[in-house]
């Protein structure tokens, strides 16, 4: 499925310069890393926030995850019109990374995945709530994007600004929402922990389903919002240990 890369009559938005090599590096990695654990398949995306611009964020042309290569990033502006696009396809649901950029100055990365245990939970009144600590920056609630409240009847995808906006309201100040019928949105303070956060709340989503069933309709212990907050923010685990794993299992070791 191809896009149209900007609208015609627009002039391509000014470079905000070049960035550093391992920033490339680790958005490649995790790309990679999101497909070999499971959350991309021949579809969704990440990006991170351009570090020296903040109007401007990078992310691969239209690919399948586990393909991408330094050579296939380009920078977009919030508008998430590229700077030199080149020809190239661009994927259709890049609103989704534009949109929430500019609403929450605070993320500096986004996963878009369809990641499959979590769909349930956009589509019943059962909420995701964190079933262990490697989740418990689900804490605060995790709300769910109903693409018809705005737009009606459409093809579920977030393909311009104005559903990306509706998303970003949806996400507010929360690290996850769920898209109905659709997948979720991550986001995260730096790559590695949005690339972290879209593992486990699939991770989370997996054993959330195993506890409901067995706990056949009785109560499930989930994290206090106390713990939530105690771990998310007050005294957080080193995560730099799993993202080295993971980036060695796909770029090779350091
Ligand atoms: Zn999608």
Not at 90 to 110: K, N, S
Not at 144 to 163: C, H, K, P, Q, W
Request: aromatic fraction near 6%; charged fraction near 20%.
């Amino acid at each position: 499925m191809t896009s149209p890369s900007q609208s015609a009559g627009t002039a391509a938005p000014a470079s905000a310069g070049p960035v550093d090599p391992a920033l490339i590096e680790d958005l490649v990695a995790a790309s990679r890393i999101l497909a070999a654990e499971g959350i991309l398949d021949g579809y969704g995306h990440v990006s991170v926030r351009h570090p020296s611009h903040p109007e401007r964020y990078l992310m691969s042309r239209s690919l399948a995850p586990a393909l991408v290569s330094a050579s296939d990033i380009l920078e977009l502006d919030l508008d998430s019109n590229p700077v030199d696009g080149r020809g190239r396809t661009l994927f259709r649901e890049r609103f989704i990374h534009g949109t929430i950029y500019r609403a929450r100055p605070d993320v500096q990365a986004v996963v878009h995945s369809h990641s499959p245990t979590v769909i349930p939970f956009g589509i019943t009144d059962v909420p995701l709530k964190p079933t262990f600590h490697m989740a418990a920056f689900l804490y605060a609630g995790v709300p769910v994007y109903e693409i018809r409240e705005e737009s009606g009847f459409t093809n579920m995808l977030v393909d311009d600004n104005a559903r990306g906006r509706a998303l970003a309201a949806t996400l507010g100040d929360k690290p996850v929402a769920l898209m109905r019928g659709h997948g979720n949105v991550v986001v995260g303070p730096t790559l590695p922990h949005a690339v972290f956060r879209a593992i486990y709340t699939e991770v989370n989503a997996r054993q959330q389903t195993v506890a409901m069933a067995i706990a056949q309709g009785g109560p499930v212990k989930y994290l206090a919002p106390e713990e939530g907050d105690i771990i998310t923010n007050k005294k957080p685990g080193d995560i730099g240990r799993a993202w080295q794993l993971w980036k060695s299992k796909v770029m090779g070791p350091p």
